[in-house]
Nanobody, 128 residues
């Protein structure tokens, strides 16, 4: 059974930086892809960034490309989301997620339905 636990959320000024962490446990083959979704009040859940843990390849939403970076530390079973130059529209609950499917960095990526394991979420609030 895979578990993922997020941390690192909080309040940040526009243009600042924040790093989210996600520690995973359970079989590595059950978390071939890991990543982050976010959901703001009144909005649909949105995929943010994903990593194929076996190769380190990544995939980003257009809205965060060039500002956010997803990375991993395999020794710590941890995935990070470095958020640089955040904007108020990045304000949302951020969820870490994992799936045994390895196609998250293919064209189009994977929908939320493909992800089996979800964390409780960590709130990110960006003020202008």
């Amino acid at each position: 059974q895979v578990q993922v636990v997020e941390s690192g959320g909080g309040s940040v000024q526009e243009g600042g930086s924040l790093r989210l962490s996600c520690v995973a446990s359970g079989p590595a083959t059950s978390r071939n892809c890991m990543g982050w979704f976010r959901q703001a009040p009144g909005k649909e859940r949105e995929g943010v960034a994903f990593i194929y843990t076996g190769r380190g390849s990544t995939n980003y939403a257009t809205s965060v490309k060039g500002r956010f970076t997803i990375s991993q530390d395999n020794a710590k079973n941890t995935v990070y989301l470095q958020m640089n130059s955040p904007k108020p529209e990045d304000t949302a609950m951020y969820y870490c997620t994992a799936t045994p499917d390895f196609r998250c960095t293919n064209m189009g990526g994977l929908t939320a339905r493909a992800y089996n394991y979800w964390g409780q979420g960590t709130q990110v609030t960006v003020s202008s």
